[in-house]
T-cell receptor, first 112, second 111 residues
Framework: DAGVTQSPTHLIKTRGQQVTLRCSPKSGHDTVSWYQQALGQGPQFIFQYYEEEERQRGNFPDRFSGHQFPNYSSELNVNALLLGDSALYLC???????????FGQGTRLTVV | TQLLEQSPQFLSIQEGENLTVYCNSSSVFSSLQWYRQEPGEGPVLLVTVVTGGEVKKLKRLTFQFGDARKDSSLHITAAQPGDTGLYLCAGEETSGSRLTFGEGTQLTVNP
């Protein structure tokens, strides 16, 4: 079991650019959530996808969007990048209605 | 918006000492999870507590969920350098919903 995998592991972008991050959930999981973790802080919920639809959304601007594919994998897109978007982006997967979330290793995004 | 306050924020102790990390909220959670995170890695799930008053033990780690399901604690006995890391508590409003994380406790265990 490969667990939750994310790509890329590291990324450097320039202000104003757009970025796409990818996530493959743990085998058997169909719910994917994305979190942003700034340095020295706990993760903040961005949104959750289930059955290819956004089911819940945190307090993030519309520049943050996502998608879930039929195979349950997911993408996080961020447009018009700001310096403040620099963070570790974490993907977590879970069973439908499941209590436990399993995280990937994250994508470290640096905006310069 | 549900908030979780974690304390202490930083903790530096000697090998062999005991410690307790607290996670408090004014809100009720359906479950609470504890994670440990190493630099550059994602959080790794340690335990999930669901029932008020529940106590779970994982080797030298003891987790407790408050009777009212608003708070939790993590107690480590005889800490070892390998316990060093960021400990995060996270509450779930309803089963399968978003996780609300605390700010984390950075634990350093010195040999």
């Amino acid at each position: 079991d490969a667990g939750v995998t994310q790509s890329p592991t590291h990324l450097i972008k320039t202000r104003g650019q757009q970025v796409t991050l990818r996530c493959s959930p743990k085998s058997g999981h169909d719910t994917v959530s994305w979190y942003q973790q700034a340095l020295g802080q706990g993760p903040q919920f961005i949104f959750q996808y289930y059955e290819e639809e956004e089911r819940q959304r945190g307090n993030f601007p519309d520049r943050f969007s996502g998608h879930q594919f039929p195979n349950y994998s997911s993408e996080l897109n961020v447009n018009a990048l700001l310096l403040g978007d620099s963070a570790l982006y974490l993907c977590a997967s879970s069973y439908p209605g499941g209590t436990e979330a399993f995280f990937g290793q994250g994508t470290r995004l640096t905006v310069v | 918006t549900q908030l979780l306050e974690q304390s202490p924020q930083f903790l530096s102790i000697q090998e062999g000492e005991n410690l307790t990390v607290y996670c408090n909220s004014s809100s009720v959670f359906s479950s609470l999870q504890w994670y440990r995170q190493e630099p550059g890695e994602g959080p790794v799930l340690l335990v999930t507590v669901v029932t008020g008053g529940e106590v779970k033990k994982l080797k030298r780690l003891t987790f407790q969920f408050g009777d009212a399901r608003k708070d939790s604690s993590l107690h480590i006995t005889a800490a070892q350098p390998g316990d060093t890391g960021l400990y995060l508590c996270a509450g779930e409003e309803t089963s399968g919903s978003r996780l609300t994380f605390g700010e984390g406790t950075q634990l350093t265990v010195n040999p």
